[in-house]
């Protein structure tokens, strides 16, 4: 199985989110904010989310990528997530 980093949490980033979630991959999307759809209204954003993750999509929010580092034929993200950093 494939991994996909998303990079951002807007309408259009949940789209390849959740259709390379139906091809099979592993699917994390990095949102700078502390929510996805940010320009959305609150309930939307929570519910989508909700949805989003009963489709077993990762979401990091509140998260920055900082580092990336070739590996192969694969790509390691460093993200920075509230103080915290993890590899994916």
Known sequence: MFSILIVGGRAQALEFAQMFRYFGS???????????????????????????????????T?????????KGISIEATIKQDKEIKKN
Do not use: M, N
Not at 30 to 52: G, T
Not at 63 to 70: A, C, K, L, M, R
């Open 26 to 60: 592993d699917v994390t999307i990095v949102q700078r904010s502390k929510r996805i759809l940010p320009d959305a209204e609150l309930e939307i954003s929570i519910k989508l989310r909700d949805y989003l993750e009963r489709e077993d999509i990762k979401i990091l």
């Open 62 to 70: 509140g998260s920055v990528p900082i580092h990336f580092e070739q």
